[in-house]
């Protein structure tokens, strides 16, 4: 199957006709049979990790199906995100700002915004050149495979006037 988060679901054909047995480890899970053979269960209370799930359909004259296993992943737990600010207050009209965002397993996307102006795919260290005195905020977003997701922001102050 592949990620899911916080709220698990599966839909399968099925004819209407049948009901459907889905077993995770040893709990066997109530199913819904539409009329239209689509099938949906839910998953509640599964911890975080990697778990078997077998369905079998079974028609109205008790014939089963051959069994259908999967696996799937439950992963609710944020990435983790850390942001280095560049020095503050700086003359510096430049900047590198660097992060580390990482997943349980999983593969974690960025992505960056400086001052309001959107969001945009980026990598570690971002760098930004031509910028005005005043303050500035980045912020980045890590958002993992399952969808869940982190935001974090550093603010300076960029003071390139001279003395008067």
């Known amino acids: 199957m592949g990620l899911f988060s916080k709220k698990k679901k599966v839909e399968e054909p099925a004819t209407d006709d049948t009901t459907v047995d889905v077993t995770v480890g040893s709990t066997t899970l109530p199913t819904t049979v539409d009329q239209d053979g689509t099938w949906t269960v839910t998953f509640t209370g599964l911890s975080d990790g990697v778990y078997a799930v077998s369905a079998t359909q079974v028609d109205a004259v008790g014939h089963s199906s051959t069994t259908a296993t999967r696996s799937i992943t439950v992963d609710t737990l944020d990435p983790t995100l850390s942001i280095t600010a560049p020095s503050s207050p700086t003359s510096?009209?430049?900047?590198?700002?660097?992060?580390?965002?990482?997943?349980?397993?999983?593969?974690?996307?960025?992505?960056?915004?400086?001052?309001?102006?959107?969001?945009?795919?980026?990598?570690?260290?971002?760098?930004?050149?031509?910028?005005?005195?005043?303050?500035?905020?980045?912020?980045?977003?890590?958002?993992?495979?399952?969808?869940?997701?982190?935001?974090?922001?550093?603010?300076?102050?960029?003071?390139?006037?001279?003395?008067?």
Do not use: Q
């Open 92 to 164: 510096a009209t430049s900047a590198s700002v660097a992060f580390t965002a990482s997943g349980t397993g999983t593969t974690v996307t960025t992505t960056c915004d400086l001052d309001g102006y959107g969001f945009v795919t980026c990598t570690s260290p971002k760098a930004y050149l031509g910028l005005a005195s005043g303050a500035h905020e980045f912020t980045v977003t890590a958002t993992d495979a399952a969808g869940n997701s982190v935001t974090d922001s550093v603010t300076w102050t960029v003071d390139a006037s001279a003395p008067t």
